[in-house]
């Protein structure tokens, strides 16, 4: 572009001091021409280098997504094409879900296994719940009837004693019958007996009754555990029974949103397991260029910067973007933990750093494929009419790709 600059310079030199001789070529003149001709291509070429960011290292990009089988099986229907188009939600391929749908099945059984199962323990235990508080009761009961009987019998006891004593001091005034007397001695000796043994009766009850309230605290706990561990076999019998589910669901892939296959090589019969079976393009509209230019141009231009591209799948069409993002952090810089200190940096040539730019043309007529290279020149913040030769340069490349070498 230089070169050319020079030529017309040239050129105009000549029609006005040779051709039309409109001013004298003395030589005065010639040396104020040659410093204009020699600074001024100076002054255009340094601003057009560094105010009008240009490069080579341009690339059409999209995001991909590999697509991966997540639970391994047998392939039974591939209906999708190489570098067909999908919409979101479209089948992909199709696993025999026959593996699957009998652990969910099973899964399933589990969960009304474990219903039933916890169900008929919290019944049990209520039921030993409901025994052992009779059992306590009736134990109760018992003893209270003792006790009445205990009293009953001190009463006759006392009863016994007193006329004992009385007929005792009769028939020592020789007022009364001995016969009285060995009576009553005979009753209150049964009675007492008959008192210890009530008492040993009640001892021996207070004990069952120990025991029964001891039992019915037993089956209280049994029921308290069985109800609160109701909810934790459910849920994990539940989480089987979806986890069994997700598997089935898994078998067969859907596209996750609107793009093309590409990189096919599945077919029916084959086994799918954890790793890509093809690659999915999220769309196909081709906005997207990722380049790499020289550190130098960084603050030379902001984003939402205007900029031109040019690919060699599209000779004599130069397509306009716009600036999206500038990266702010390359692999070169990266510092990751090692088990050692660095000891020092090796002077490395200036990387290059990433931006991306988005097509503001519709592509869908044309084929670019993804992976397509090309030249981007960006309007830079100032000296910004110096942009025009960068476009010059720009089209004279695009036209320049209908000559090619090589195939």
Avoid at 15 to 38: D, S, T
Avoid at 99 to 124: K, R, V
Avoid at 181 to 204: C, I, K
Wanted: aromatic content about 8%; charged content about 15%; some cysteine.
């Amino acid at each position: 572009m230089i070169a050319f600059l020079a030529i017309v310079y040239c050129v105009g030199l000549y029609l006005v001091f040779i051709k039309f001789r409109l001013l004298p070529f003395n030589l005065p003149a010639q040396i104020i021409v040659g410093m204009v001709g020699f600074v001024g291509l100076l002054i255009v070429l340094f601003g057009m280098n560094f105010t009008q960011p240009f490069t080579m290292g341009a690339t059409v990009s999209e995001f991909t997504t590999p697509v991966v089988a997540r639970v391994p099986g047998r392939v039974i229907e591939v209906p999708v094409q190489n570098n067909s188009r999908v919409k979101r939600g479209d089948v992909l391929f199709r696993m025999d879900p026959q593996p699957y749908l009998d652990s969910f099945h099973a899964a399933e059984s589990g969960l009304s296994q474990a219903d039933i199962q916890t169900a008929t323990a919290i019944t049990q235990a209520n039921q030993g719940v409901k025994a052992a508080i009779a059992n306590a009761q009736a134990v109760d009961a018992a003893i209270q009837a003792t006790n009445v009987a205990i009293q009953a019998t001190k009463a006759h006891l006392d009863l016994a004693s007193t006329r004992l004593k009385e007929y005792t001091e009769l028939a020592s005034k020789n007022a009364g019958s001995q016969f009285e007397v060995e009576r009553y001695a005979a009753d209150v000796s049964s009675l007492t007996q008959q008192v210890a043994a009530q008492q040993q009766q009640m001892a021996a009850q207070q004990q069952q009754l120990a025991a029964a309230r001891a039992q019915q605290a037993q089956a209280q706990t049994s029921l308290t555990t069985a109800t609160q561990m109701r909810p934790a076999v459910l849920a994990q019998a539940k989480s089987q029974v979806e986890a069994a589910k997700w598997n089935v669901d898994q078998t067969t892939v859907y596209a996750p949103d609107d793009g093309y296959v590409t990189q096919l090589q599945l077919q029916p019969g084959a086994m799918a397991s954890l790793t890509p079976v093809m690659v999915f393009v999220s769309s196909a509209d081709r906005s997207l260029v990722v380049a790499t230019v020289m550190q130098n141009y960084l603050n030379t231009f902001k984003v939402d910067a205007q900029a031109e591209v040019a690919l060699p799948a599209l000779p004599g069409k130069i397509l306009n973007a716009r600036v999206t993002s500038i990266e702010l952090a390359t692999g070169a810089g990266q510092l990751d933990p090692e088990g050692r200190l660095p000891t020092s940096l090796v002077p490395r040539p200036p990387d290059r750093m990433f931006i991306r730019l988005h097509l503001e043309e519709n592509l869908s007529k044309y084929v670019v494929t993804v992976g397509s290279s090309g030249w981007i020149a960006i309007r830079g913040e100032s000296w910004k009419d110096l942009f025009i030769i960068r476009q010059v340069i720009m089209r004279w490349y695009t036209w320049t790709n209908y000559i090619f070498a090589g195939y």
